[in-house]
């Protein structure tokens, strides 16, 4: 089972808003990830935990904050956004971050910011 | 630094045409490649992947090879149907460099296929 899933499907918010993405897999991974995708555009990476520890952060604005709480969930909260945040945001998984780890997304929640 | 290149789309091929999507991609030392399929609506899914050189990945009909000469991971199918219309992303993975561990995919900028009956 390589299953990813990702709560809400859709989500609509305003600027002025506290949300959050929920993103789970239950395949042993220890390593988890969100991306953003604008539309006719690749995945853009966002952050990445490895071991539950924040690894990377691609300079995202601190209006999303990520969350891991154990190894199985990472969540996206989501404060004061914009209306250019609006996309589908991705969460991935991969048994680890050496170069052979297959990395398996979710069907991702599309995000409108009003 | 690391980058893919794909052909530019969009594709259109009738139903049991045979498909190419070239992709080359620039590294430095030994990355993992990957195909992953796109369909309207959804997110992304493996379609396949190769981890060395001259390693063959293959899934559904869809075949790609793995060549460090050419520094290319082309995607090919015999004969294409209608639900194979999507967009496809070729994909390196290097995931131990300089001695750290870093867990980036780079994605090419994707190839849109319209396949009809």
């Known amino acids: 089972d390589t299953e990813v899933t990702q709560t809400p499907k859709h989500l609509v918010m305003g600027m002025t808003n506290k949300k959050s993405l929920k993103c789970e897999q239950h395949?042993?991974?220890?390593?988890m990830y969100w991306y953003k995708q604008k539309a006719k555009k690749p995945p853009e990476l966002m952050f990445v935990?490895?071991?539950?520890?924040?690894?990377i952060n691609e300079s995202v604005p601190s209006r999303f904050s990520p969350e891991c709480p154990n190894s199985s969930l990472l969540n996206l909260h989501l404060h004061a956004l914009q209306p250019e945040d609006s996309a589908l945001y991705l969460c991935?998984?991969?048994?680890?971050?050496?170069?052979?780890?297959?990395?398996?997304f979710g069907p991702g929640t599309r995000l409108t910011v009003l | 630094g690391d980058s893919v290149t794909q052909m530019e789309g969009p594709v259109t091929l009738s139903e049991e045409a045979f498909l190419t999507i070239n992709c080359t991609y620039t590294?430095?030392?030994?990355?993992?490649l990957f195909w992953y399929v796109q369909y309207p609506g959804e997110g992304l899914q493996l379609l396949l992947k190769?981890?060395?050189?001259?390693d063959k990945g293959s899934n559904k009909g869809f075949e790609a090879t793995y060549r460090k000469e050419t520094t290319s991971f082309h995607l090919e199918k015999g004969s294409v149907q209608v639900s194979d219309s999507a967009v496809y992303f070729c994909?390196?993975?290097?995931?131990?460099?300089?001695?750290?561990?870093?867990?980036?995919?780079?994605f090419g900028q994707g190839t849109i296929l319209t396949v009809h009956p």
């Open positions: 991935a998984s991969s048994p680890g971050t050496g170069v052979g780890d297959t990395q398996y």
């Open positions: 395949m042993g991974h220890r390593a």
């Open positions: 935990y490895s071991y539950e520890k924040l690894s």
């Open positions: 590294a430095t030392g030994y990355p993992s």
């Open positions: 190769a981890t060395k050189a001259d």
């Open positions: 994909a390196l993975f290097r995931g131990y460099a300089g001695g750290t561990s870093y867990g980036k995919l780079t």
